[in-house]
């Protein structure tokens, strides 16, 4: 009778275990979601705040003097090249 009663509490206790860890997992999870939205939403902010520090380079570069303004339209034009590039690539998808 006591190796009856020993392997069910065994079960229970595996159960119970069990119960825990499926619980964990489902907690483990929903955070796991959570941050990778932050991370969504991290890189968005990232890339709006560098598309600003590239329009304020290009903004500022305009204003100076001629080397300046030479270097801002050789950055338009790779800009330019790469979203040609990026275009490009979608209409072969």
């Keep these: 009778m006591e190796t009856i009663e020993?392997?069910?509490n065994t079960v229970q206790l595996?159960?119970?275990?069990?119960?825990d860890l499926a619980e964990e997992n489902r907690n483990l999870k929903k955070s796991n979601d959570e941050q990778r939205e932050e991370i969504i939403r991290s890189h968005g902010e990232i890339n709006e705040l560098r598309n600003k520090m590239i329009c304020m380079q290009t903004a500022h570069a305009m204003t100076g003097s001629a080397?300046?303004?030479?270097?801002?339209?050789?950055?338009?034009?790779?800009?330019?090249?790469?979203v040609d590039r990026a275009i490009a690539s979608l209409k072969e998808d």
């Design 14 to 19: 595996l159960l119970r275990r069990m119960r």
């Design 67 to 82: 080397e300046q303004r030479l270097k801002a339209k050789e950055k338009l034009t790779r800009m330019i090249v790469q």
């Design 6 to 8: 020993t392997l069910e």
